[in-house]
């Protein structure tokens, strides 16, 4: 088995490397772009293996869940309308432009489906299938039924379909696709996007973001001057140069030239500003915005607690010892916050970087980014285990179990905790709700009104 997976990591590694590029040799400019990356394994950066510790194994009747953003993409219509009036403004000036620059004189946008998956999207999804089916080969018996869930958005359903293609293989029809609209009033705090009904719920990053950009963004604008005449590059079409580099690269699976335009250091400024976006938007230092997958991360742990219970609901469903679900990218970020690994990290100052801040936004919610909680069985003892992107990461106040895991019922009693702090989710977010919400987690009750099936 060992040697399967070993050939199969050989095999995504080399998928990785067509859409991987570098300005000097040990540097992955794809690697840095916040969530504009495609997907990568995350670094070890506290030295835990990913392997399960020894004496210890995943609890198959208390639950492991995998909680997924989308696969790459292609550009919203909005981001790709700025490229387009990019591409213009190079078109219709008298711009003569050389070094690193020089393509920019032919370049055009690369053809894209709006808001699509693209094909790197479709290799990350169907390759994260087949991963977990030989990661976890006891959690699901050939030809049997399988539950997955999606948040109800186009990507997300197709995310989970290829994911299903690849867990299952010719038998995908045998899944079950729940997708959850999150903008049903009867789903308040129970869906995979709970913020589409918290009216309070502002994004309010853009304050900090422009202090940064005013910071780093002039001395690179000051550099490129020297490659350009006839025109002079914007701070915000220097600020869209990495965000083409990776949706470029991803989009062609070939590595976009404007990845060669940003030096190292450049790159890490820009990398920055998408950690300032994400803690202060929707992560640790954002306030009301950092609760808001609370609600969802308690009927996980409502999972680990109860889990050698039944869980079988009035209509004969059953929650599978997997499971995975679907959603975006601001919504991991906010899990990534509620779970507890980055409870000790200081505050990310808009004007000068921590170089030793272990929030990093592109090992937390790259295309395909995962959060993932193990509930392992050691020496009769259950224990928790957070994985960002494969990388384990502990709990700074709860790291005493096997491998710096976290006891179970201190995990749980860590959450609730949180959610005290956090206090009333309605009213923080200002909705009443409808008064008949069904409160029992939709992992375990499906045959609500504001979840429909479909198939791979």
Known sequence: M????????????LTESVVTGSQEKGFETLQWLGANSPWFAGPNVFGISEEVPSGCKVEQAAQCSYIVRHGSRYPDPGAYQEWQAFSSKIKSSNMTATGPLEFLSSWSPVPVEIGQLSVTGYAELYTLGTTLRFRYPEFYSPNTPFSLWANDYPRTIDSVRLFARGYLGPNSSLA????????????????LAP????????DDSGNQTKVWDGIYLPPIKRRLRSYLTGTELSNSEIGLIPYLC?????????????????EKEEIL????????????????????ESTMMLPFLTSLVDLFTTGQQPRNNSSGFST????????????????AAAVGVFDAQRELSPDK???????????????????TLENLKCSGSNYIRIKLNDAVYP???????????????????LIRAKNQAAGDWKKNCGVAGTGDEVTESFFKKVDVPWIRVVKP
């Open 395 to 413: 709990i700074p106040t709860c790291q005493n179990g096997p491998g710096r895991t976290c006891p179970l019922d201190t995990y749980a009693k």
């Open 176 to 191: 079950d696709v729940y997708v959850i609209d999150p903008k049903d009033p009867r789903s308040v705090m129970n869906s």
């Open 353 to 371: 970087p921590d170089p030793n801040r272990i929030f990093t936004s592109s090992r937390i919610n790259p295309m395909r980014g995962t959060v």
């Open 2 to 13: 060992k040697i399967l997976i070993s050939v199969l990591a050989g095999l995504l590694a």
């Open 320 to 335: 599978p010892p997997l499971t995975v679900a679907f959603t975006h990218d601001n919504q991991i970020n906010q899990l």
């Open 246 to 262: 990776g949706f470029e690269t991803q989009i062609t699976g070939r590595q976009s030239p404007f990845c060669g335009i940003f």
């Open 269 to 288: 400024q820009y990398e920055y500003r998408q950690d300032l976006r994400y803690w202060h938007g929707t992560g640790p230092g954002s306030g009301l």
């Open 195 to 202: 913020s589409d009904l918290c009216p309070l719920y502002r």
